[in-house]
C-alpha cells in the first residue's frame, strides 16, 4: 500500500501564496495529482503532472497554481499564488499504483478575504 503525507496548508489571505508537498511512501512512476473538496461540494481535480513532467491543470486554477514534482524524492507540489476566497478546501494528494487509487488525509487551505 502506498502512504501519501500532504502538508503545508494553513490560513492566508486573499492575493497570498502557499505551497503544498505530498510526500509518497514509494517512488510512483505514474502521473500523480492535486484535488480540493469544499463543504458540501464534490472532490474536484486541481492538477495533475506526469512522470515525465506533462501538466494539466483546471480551468479555475491555470495561471495561478503550478504543480511539479521531484521523483528522487518521492514528492508532489503544488505552489498556489494569488489565492482567492474560492479556493478553500481540504487538498488531497492522490496517486496510483497497479491501477489502485491512493489518497492522503487531506491538508487545509483557508483564504480569508
Known amino acids: 500500500q502506498v502512504q501519501l503525507v500532504e502538508s503545508g496548508g494553513g490560513l492566508v489571505q486573499a492575493g497570498g501564496s502557499l505551497r503544498l508537498s505530498c510526500a509518497a511512501s514509494?517512488?510512483?512512476?505514474?502521473?500523480m495529482g492535486w484535488y480540493r473538496q469544499a463543504p458540501g461540494k464534490q472532490r474536484e481535480l486541481v492538477a495533475t503532472i506526469t512522470f515525465g513532467g506533462t501538466t494539466n491543470y483546471s480551468d479555475s486554477v491555470k495561471g495561478r497554481f503550478t504543480i511539479s514534482r521531484d521523483n528522487a524524492k518521492n514528492t508532489v507540489y503544488l505552489q498556489m499564488n494569488s489565492l482567492e476566497p474560492e479556493d478553500t478546501a481540504v487538498y488531497y494528494c492522490n496517486a496510483a499504483k497497479s491501477g489502485v487509487p491512493y489518497w492522503g488525509q487531506g491538508t487545509q487551505v483557508t483564504v480569508s478575504s
Open positions: 514509494e517512488r510512483i512512476f505514474s502521473a
